[in-house]
């Protein structure tokens, strides 16, 4: 009987040690900042969380229910309750359905949106979710302004660069290029091929990223030919839900994306895809 108290004694000893190895080696060789960008499987829809190499979180869309909570909550932890900043591309239902659910569930800084204004249920709850959030400051989204990522990394707002508040909603998407040191993301929403050309005059090679995420979730409308060549992506990921009833992505697209020399990712057959970069390689999680 009296042999299990040095045991236990030793045991405790041990675990000390273990844990100031753990303590010491965290202090001389701490992680590198990262930046992650997940996008994140809610089905048929788009929601993107991007965290800095600061701890600076964003959330971009919310697809089109509760599903985005859950995913969260896997990239977040249980215990994190905030977010520096919601964006909505656009008034879709398939983008903003679970915005309503992250201001009831998170204490929300920030939130930017296109300024369409729609009269969808989806809209007039995720208006009725930021009214009631206290303290959330809202603006429009224009280009030439950037969002601080922290650590040195940024998002660049690359349209709407005009009023589009009487435009088609997919016409009028936010989109961003996110960049972090020599690595780089461009997120364009449902934004159509006419747009995409509109950038690629705009800004030309300046367009170029290592992640694509391919636009309306690979509809034939997106994802054009100059786009491609101009970001020269080696990744393009599409937001989509496993066999959903539009079909995407398309044929047609995938042959595009194949055919620019870019890999195919696909949130339909991977789930949430994450993406962490210390800004100079990018790898997948």
Request: zero cysteines; glycine letters at 10%.
């Amino acid at each position: 009987m009296f042999f299990k108290r040095p045991i236990a004694r030793y045991s405790l000893l041990a675990l000390v040690l273990v844990l100031n190895v753990f303590v010491w080696a965290f202090v001389l060789f701490p992680t590198k900042p990262a930046l992650e960008v997940s996008f994140l499987d809610v089905g048929q829809g788009d929601a993107i969380f991007i965290e800095g190499p600061t701890g600076i979180q964003v959330l971009i869309d919310g697809g089109r229910d509760r599903s985005v909570l859950r995913q969260l909550s896997t990239r977040m932890g249980p215990l994190d309750r905030s977010l520096d900043l919601v964006i909505e591309t656009h008034p879709d239902a398939d983008h903003i359905g679970g915005l309503a659910g992250v201001f009831k569930n998170y204490a929300v800084e920030h939130f930017m949106s296109p300024g369409i204004p729609n009269d969808t249920t989806p809209t007039a709850a995720l208006e009725a979710a930021v009214i009631q959030e206290a303290g959330v400051q809202a603006g429009i989204a224009r280009r030439g302004m950037r969002i601080i990522l922290g650590g040195g990394a940024y998002a660049d707002v690359l349209y709407p660069d005009r009023d589009v508040s009487e435009v088609e909603t997919n016409t009028g998407s936010i989109i961003l290029r996110v960049v972090y040191g020599e690595t780089s993301f461009f997120l364009s929403g449902d934004a159509p091929e006419l747009v995409e050309n509109w950038l690629v005059r705009l800004e030309g090679d300046a367009l170029e990223s290592d992640v694509l995420k391919a636009g309306h979730h690979g509809s034939r409308s997106s994802t054009g030919v100059a786009l491609l060549a101009a970001a020269d992506p080696e990744v393009v990921v599409v937001s989509a839900g496993k066999d959903n009833q539009y079909g995407h992505p398309h044929a047609e697209v995938l042959t595009r994306i194949q055919e620019s020399g870019a890999a195919v990712l696909s949130t339909a057959e991977l789930g949430t895809i994450t993406f962490l970069s210390d800004g100079l390689h990018i790898r997948e999680r």
